[in-house]
């Protein structure tokens, strides 16, 4: 397992961009497929995006609609969430996770960060 650290959280304005970053210890980083879920309050879970272990692959949940971007940096130990065009509804607790296999089903990952808050006003 690694550990995850999130952090780029905050409060915006809807139309505004934040970058998400989500740091990983330990060596064997590169080996994950890399996921981004959130979850609002009162509601399930939700898949965001996943990127493969070497940043070949990523694939989005349909609500993002090309206004996000997943990328890792495995020489860093990070991986990031770039969003832009954010909408109130985006307003969510963000989290990153590590899993081995290709997946956008949250229960195939092992590792998940703390969360970072991310909050869209109108």
């Known amino acids: 397992q690694v550990q995850l650290v999130e952090s780029g959280g905050g409060l915006v304005q809807a139309g505004g961009s934040l970058r998400l970053s989500c740091a990983a210890s330990?060596?064997?980083?590169?080996?994950?497929?890399m996921g981004w879920f959130r979850q609002a309050q009162g509601k399930e879970r939700e898949f965001v995006a996943v990127?493969?272990?070497?940043?070949?692959?990523?694939l989005y949940g349909d609500f993002v609609k090309g206004r996000f971007t997943i990328s890792r940096d495995n020489a860093k130990n990070t991986v990031y969430l770039q969003m832009n065009s954010l909408k109130p509804e985006d307003t969510a607790d963000y989290y990153c996770?590590?899993?081995?296999?290709?997946?956008?089903?949250?229960?195939?990952?092992?590792?998940w960060g703390q969360g970072t808050q991310v909050t869209v006003s109108s």
């Open positions: 996770a590590a899993a081995k296999r290709w997946s956008r089903d949250g229960n195939e990952y092992d590792s």
């Open positions: 990127i493969s272990w070497n940043g070949a692959s990523t």
């Open positions: 330990g060596r064997t980083f590169s080996r994950y497929q």
